[in-house]
């Protein structure tokens, strides 16, 4: 698969470059051909990237039952738990979002 990417934005077109931008609305002549090796870290890349959305998409589902947990304080034993999961979920979620940031300075977000 060939990827294309607009040189004014960045937003990265799959197979060909479109007439325009859509996202800023560049000619099609602001488009550069990514090259081979680096449209295959993009590509490779792109599977466990949207697993990292979910991941972080639970996890912040997760902190709002911690959240609503924490709140009820049913009693100690509960607590506990309930402040171990929004400590986790959020130490997990900065996790996620490092990993992210590192996979775009690598140019491996597409």
């Not at 990265?12 to 602001?30: H, M, Q, S, Y």
Request: charged share 30%; hydrophobic share 35%.
């Amino acid at each position: 698969m060939k990827l294309w990417k607009c040189s004014v934005c960045g937003y990265i077109a799959d197979e060909e470059a479109p007439e325009v931008c859509p996202k800023c609305g560049a000619p099609r002549e602001k488009f550069e051909a990514i090259e081979a090796g680096n449209a295959q870290k993009i590509e490779g890349a792109r599977y466990t990237n949207s697993l990292h959305q979910e991941l972080f998409s639970i996890l912040s589902n997760a902190l709002d039952v911690a959240e609503e947990g924490i709140e009820d304080n049913l009693d100690p034993g509960c607590l506990d738990i309930f402040r171990k999961a929004k400590t986790h979920a959020t130490e997990l979620r900065q996790m996620v979002l490092a990993e992210i940031q590192i996979h775009v300075n690598k140019g491996k977000w597409g």
